[in-house]
């Protein structure tokens, strides 16, 4: 009897190592379809829903003009996309936009699979400096530089700089320095005659009016008594007003404004910019516990400014080109 189950398992075993190894290390390629898709594989951010997953932290995925891009899988990226189908083995990059663990602490799993367990040299990682080296908060094994065995693949990596843009089949990425605590960059991604821009997490308003005077945003408090924005990050608003489609980390309404363009931020960089539909995202737990805040903070930004405003919902996907018809622009 234990010979034959020795026998069952080793035969079982090897059928299905066989099995595996031709459909996730020695797998084909797959067309990347040439429409504009975002997925939103989590819509949390900062630590509360880091460790809740209320919202997930697994960031959102762009599939532009034939080219696949995981933007900054946080924990849950991999659970996140076996949950959704999506298959990571057809990305062509992940971009890590900075060091926090909202950000980065999925991305080892997205590039074994983007790598095709680590057996194949293909795709990119584009991260900032401090993220590759000082900190190595990717793994060397991940980018790339030790290999173990068979075990000899990993990404192309691309340390991001401002203004030095990024090629990947016919899109081009440009890095766009944010102000964050930490080395951040968002992006104007030229797609294919369509720009989408993504914020990252980035303070904005620097100087508000109130009923006692002119203050400034720091690190203490919700902003209560404000009455005009008097001051924001000019770099950010004419970099982003040119954009067609933008995605916006907000975190809140009003809370940590010195870190995040927050939604009364968003909606003055909006006003007179050439945005056509935002996407609003990274939500702070607070705007879905004890109340879902997202559809008002939505509704805030596009009775402001007139720009169709979409709160991100996790695993939530939209046709950017329908989305576009909807609000009459034509591409
Ligand atoms: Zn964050
Ligand atoms: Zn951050």
């Known amino acids: 009897m234990p010979e034959n189950l020795d026998r069952l398992l080793r035969e079982n075993t090897s059928q299905a190592v ?3 190894f031709w459909r996730y290390r020695k797998r084909d390629e797959i067309t ?20 809740t997953q209320t919202p997930r932290t697994a960031g959102f995925v762009l599939e532009v ?13 991999v659970v996140r996309a076996h949950e959704m189908d999506f298959d990571l083995g057809s990305l062509d990059a992940v971009f890590v936009s900075h060091g926090h663990l909202d950000h980065y602490g999925g991305a080892e799993g997205v590039v074994e699979a983007m790598c095709w367990a680590m057996y194949t040299r293909r795709g990119y990682l584009l991260a900032p400096s401090n993220v590759l080296e000082a900190e190595q908060l990717v793994s060397q094994y991940h980018q790339g530089a030790l290999s173990y065995g068979g075990y000899k693949g990993g990404p192309e990596v691309i340390s991001l700089q401002q203004h030095k843009p990024i090629k990947i089949k016919n899109v081009v990425i440009n890095p766009v320095l944010a102000y964050h605590s930490v080395m951040n960059f968002g992006f104007v991604m030229e797609a294919g005659g369509l720009t989408i821009g993504y914020t990252s997490d980035t303070s904005y308003i620097s100087k508000y009016s109130t009923p006692d005077g002119i203050k400034k945003v720091g690190p203490t408090g919700p902003i209560m008594d404000l009455v005009d924005i008097v001051e924001v990050r000019r770099d ?13 980390n907000v975190t809140t309404h009003n809370v940590w404004a010195h870190r995040h363009i927050t939604t009364l931020g968003l909606a003055h960089l909006l006003q007179d910019s050439k945005v056509k539909l935002c996407f609003l995202t990274h939500f ?40 576009l018809l909807g609000v009459g622009v034509k591409k």
């Open 284 to 323: 702070n737990h607070s705007c879905v516990k004890p109340t879902d805040l997202r559809p008002l903070m939505a509704k805030y930004v596009e009775d402001v400014t007139g720009v169709k405003t979409v709160s991100a919902y996790d695993g939530a996907e939209h046709d950017l080109e329908a989305l």
């Open 65 to 77: 003009a034939g080219m696949c891009m995981y933007v900054d899988p946080g924990p849950g990226a």
């Open 18 to 20: 066989k099995e595996h």
């Open 236 to 248: 950010i608003k004419e970099t982003f007003s040119k954009v067609d489609v933008l995605v916006a």
């Open 32 to 51: 990347i379809p040439k429409g504009y898709r975002i997925r939103f594989m989590g819509t949390g951010g900062n630590p509360e829903a880091t460790f």
